[in-house]
């Protein structure tokens, strides 16, 4: 591919921010020598990097409706390529991979592939066709393919698509900015509310002045932090413990340590007693859980005359707050109770069994149903496939090369960027593990490092642990640690410098904001474009098109913030529901729209009506945050999880979108030529 004087201009420009990002990490380095580390370095990698992702949107600014929706269509494929990968790598993708590679071994291999594998159907069936469309978003495109031939598009095919952007979007937004709170939380001390405010203000100074255009530029700067921020420690740990710099080739050996170490998990003693106190605490949750909503009054009863006889009696003050807290920790009614219970139950059966082998495919040891988890692992990978391929905020990218061509090599340079990722961060998740199993499991309580009593103060907590068997020394199953902190704290846990922490943490941020830049911009475009200008001002200007954008999108920042300031649930579930959720909605009338001719308006509606709600109600009626609010809880179908709900959501789309278009009239020819035209395999576009 040739590539132009502009893309070798604006390489140059990127290549000097590099160095100049690596000189600024070491000045901070020899810095922290002299003077010691503190959170001082927290709040300089924050706001330094804030500041670039505020001067780059200054210097994109633009209030031209192209350069604004999707970037002037003028950035070259690698950039594109680099910036989807940024607008890819989430903060779920940064801060939870490594955490699910860490807890669950072989299965987090499900996330990696479904998500490679998504990219392999988006340059295949999708981005090449939506580019030579050359619409401003995903709902302008299916309006008008689904048009029945009218001026404008349909406007019921618009509102349904408008309203499943606007949903997928928007969870993905909230566990975007959830991850932005809780690196700052961590890392600069602010309460974790205060921190999404915070990741609100470096969202808002990436997108608001520049669009898309603006956007674009910021997520190839932020790429080559978050790289950075991965890379750099990764090697540095490798060196350091392992002696190698390319761990990505050589962790095949910290793999076969951890296997020892599991098996012999297995058979020591006093893992064996802390397993057995989790299997009884799991059984008397269980029987009160069953014994609902009686357990729970008599319960609180219980907790309120203890308290009461604490208060009267002369115990230690210290004893006194521990039940006062205990006392207000207690669930408020009995659907909380239920929600809380049954986690608190979950986790003590998973604690009860031997740890779940990182390296077996297939073991049948842990809770649950070994051909189940199969059957989970597969159609999660698909889901993430799909979801990917269906995600308005992933294709909108598409829109901004400068050609179908260009859209080809685009993808390309995506799954190459994506997968350098993809290819560190098992080995990072190795070597943290193989860490604690050396170097904490089996040391005495009193001599527990200083990074467990860091992560020990986070509120929402992060890590707990409790000498569950009385012998004063630590074991395995005493450790309850969440997947979320793993990379945050891999630094700390391997002695490195805290100028490294700073750096990890400067990286989640960038996928974090770089995402939900993203997202927020999908939003606000959708309904500035498709809602305001379609369906209510067609006579609008472009610069009242443009203002209207703003405005929506600094209305959706301060909601989400708002939401995720409620704490919703985990940063991967929301992840997760977003992918079914997108796959669901989505999958089924795209490919439909360039791949069949028959597919009509009203079949699209149903497909993306059903399989949104099919999806939906299955994620609604096993999600604690939902139950919790309607009082609602529902049975998993055939055992399948949550996250995978688009298992039922993808077909009912496609089935509801084939019966209802048989059963109505079939499109106009003009509609087929449509179609025609974009399967051309030539366009000078």
């Not at 689904?146 to 969870?171: D, L, M």
């Not at 808002?204 to 603006?214: I, N, T």
């Not at 998973?350 to 740890?355: D, R, V």
């Amino acid at each position: 591919m040739e590539i132009r004087s502009e893309s070798k201009k604006i390489g140059f420009y990127y290549l000097l921010f590099t160095a100049g990002f690596l000189l600024f990490v070491y000045f901070l380095g020899l810095l922290e020598q002299t003077s010691g580390s503190g959170i001082w370095l927290g709040y300089v990698f924050l706001f330094v990097t804030i500041a670039i992702y505020a001067s780059i949107g200054l210097i994109s600014r633009t209030s031209d409706i192209g350069d604004y929706y999707v970037a002037g269509r003028k950035i070259p494929a690698i950039f594109n390529g680099m910036a989807t990968a940024a607008d890819w790598m989430s903060a779920a993708t940064f801060i939870g991979l490594v955490g699910i590679l860490f807890s669950s071994g072989y299965k987090g291999l499900a996330f990696i592939v479904g998500w490679t594998g998504g990219f392999c159907l988006v340059a295949m069936l999708i981005a090449p066709y939506i580019r030579k469309f050359g619409s401003y978003t995903i709902p302008d495109f299916l309006s008008i393919r689904y048009s029945q031939g009218k001026e404008g598009g349909s406007k019921a095919v618009r509102v349904v698509a408008v309203g499943a952007t606007i949903i997928c979007s928007f969870v993905y937004l909230v566990a975007q900015i959830q991850g932005v709170g809780l690196i700052v939380n961590r890392f600069i001390g602010v309460e974790f509310g205060v921190g999404v405010f915070f990741g609100l203000a470096g969202i808002l100074v990436c997108s608001f002045l520049g669009g898309m255009r603006a956007v674009t530029w910021t997520q190839v700067a932020q790429y080559i932090i978050f790289m950075i921020a991965l890379l750099l420690p990764l090697s540095m740990i490798s060196y350091k413990k392992h002696n190698s710099i390319f761990p990505q080739a050589s962790y095949g050996k910290v793999l076969e340590e951890i296997e020892f170490h599991e098996k012999d998990f297995e058979v020591t003693a006093e893992e064996k007693k802390v397993r057995d106190y989790y299997l009884k605490q799991s059984m008397l949750l269980d029987k009160k859980i069953k014994a609902l909503p009686d357990s729970y009054f008599e319960g609180k009863k219980e907790a309120e005359r203890k308290l009461q006889e604490a208060r009267t009696s002369q115990i230690p003050l210290k004893e006194l707050k521990a039940l006062e807290k205990r006392f207000n920790e207690f669930p408020k009614d009995p659907g909380s109770a239920y929600e809380l219970w049954q986690t608190q139950k979950k986790d003590a059966q998973l604690k009860s069994q031997t740890a779940i082998p990182s390296m077996d495919p297939s073991s049948s040891k842990g809770v649950g149903d070994s051909s189940l988890d199969q059957l989970n692992f597969v159609l999660l990978i698909f889901c993430l496939m799909f979801g990917t391929a269906s995600l308005p905020h992933i294709l909108t990218r598409y829109y901004t090369t400068t050609g179908v061509s260009a859209t080809r090599y685009s993808v390309f340079w995506t799954l190459l960027f994506v997968a350098l990722f993809y290819f560190s961060v098992p080995a990072m998740a190795a070597m943290v593990k193989l860490e604690l199993f050396k170097n904490l499991v089996g040391i005495s309580y009193a001599d527990l490092p200083s990074w467990i009593l860091n992560w020990r103060k986070l509120d929402p907590p992060v890590l707990s642990i409790i000498d569950i068997n009385g012998d004063g020394f630590v074991q395995w199953a005493e450790l309850s640690i969440s997947p979320d902190m793993i990379i945050l704290a891999a630094p700390e846990i391997m002695g490195l410098p805290y100028v490294i922490s700073g750096l990890v943490a400067a990286g989640a941020l960038a996928a974090a904001l770089s995402t939900a830049d993203g997202l927020l911009l999908t939003i606000a475009n959708a309904i500035s474009h498709d809602v305001y200008y379609h369906l209510v001002n067609k006579s609008a200007s472009h610069q009242r098109r443009v203002t209207v954008a703003k405005i929506v999108l600094l209305g959706v920042a301060l909601f989400a913030a708002y939401v995720t300031s409620l704490r919703p649930g985990d940063i991967l579930f929301l992840v997760g529901a977003a992918f079914s959720l997108a796959a669901s909605s989505f999958f089924a009338v795209l490919i439909l729209a360039v791949f069949s001719k028959r597919i009509n308006q009203w079949g699209a509606i149903a497909g993306m009506l059903t399989g949104f709600f099919v999806s939906g109600t299955y994620i609604a009626l096993n999600y604690p945050f939902v139950s919790r609010i309607t009082g609602v809880f529902g049975e998993r179908w055939f055992g399948i999880d949550p996250i995978a709900s688009g298992a039922f959501g993808i077909p009912a789309s496609f089935i509801a979108a084939f019966v209802v278009s048989y059963l109505t009239k079939e499109n106009p020819p003009v509609i087929n030529r449509l179609v025609d035209y974009l399967r051309e395999a030539r366009s000078s576009v």
